[in-house]
């Protein structure tokens, strides 16, 4: 019983260090200035706007996400799921702070942009491959997608597409609406949701972390 504690605390910590790896690999790819992730691209654009950062309207999405997530669940909503709270306020204090430490870089030329963004790129998959190993929680971009694919009964795979594309096309429509240009999307914006996922596959392939990580999960009695 005891090791069984052990372990749980254990994957616990590995998530929030996935949690927290994500957002320093968000903040790369928004400080190489050629667009954000699509799942913060709404948010970065609302900041760019007004006055709250990146973090605070990062939080403020992911909370509408939770709310819906309960919403369409309903009782399938399990309470400790009501923790995605606590992931999304880690993330986006976590973003606020890289960006803060990152206000000195300032990509001028296309060659220093792209190597940020792949950098970027590479360090959100480390995050997520980190993240998703353990099997405790959800993060509340992912939540959302999960739960509407529950309710529609249609493959993950499928309702993330659409919802990606739908939050880039949200952001594209505010930045016309603010700006009458595109500001805070780019190639980058494109580039990332392409890429992340092979960098997942890839380091789920090729560190050997994920699969001792993944290992407390399977052999935990609790699960």
Known sequence: MQDDKNRW???????????????????????????TSPISSVALVLSLKFAPSLGQFSFATNMLFIIVQ????????????????????????????????????????LVTQSTVLMLGCAVL???????????????PGEGIVKAIALVSKRPFEKIKIIFDVSSVCLAMVLSYLFFSRLNGLGVGTIFSAFSIGKFV???????GLIRKISILHESFSGT
């Open 125 to 139: 998959g480390v995050g997520i491959s980190i993240e998703v190993a353990p099997d405790v929680l959800i993060v």
């Open 201 to 207: 596959g890839l380091f789920n392939k090729r560190l």
């Open 9 to 35: 605390f254990i994957r616990y910590v590995w998530f929030f260090v996935g949690v927290t790896i994500n957002a320093i690999g968000v903040a790369l790819i928004t400080k190489a200035e050629l667009g």
């Open 70 to 109: 309960r919403i369409l669940l309903k009782k399938a909503f399990r309470p400790l799921q009501w923790l995605q709270i606590g992931v999304n306020l880690l993330f986006s204090t976590v973003l606020d702070i890289t960006m803060h430490c990152l206000s000195w870089l300032n990509p001028a030329h």
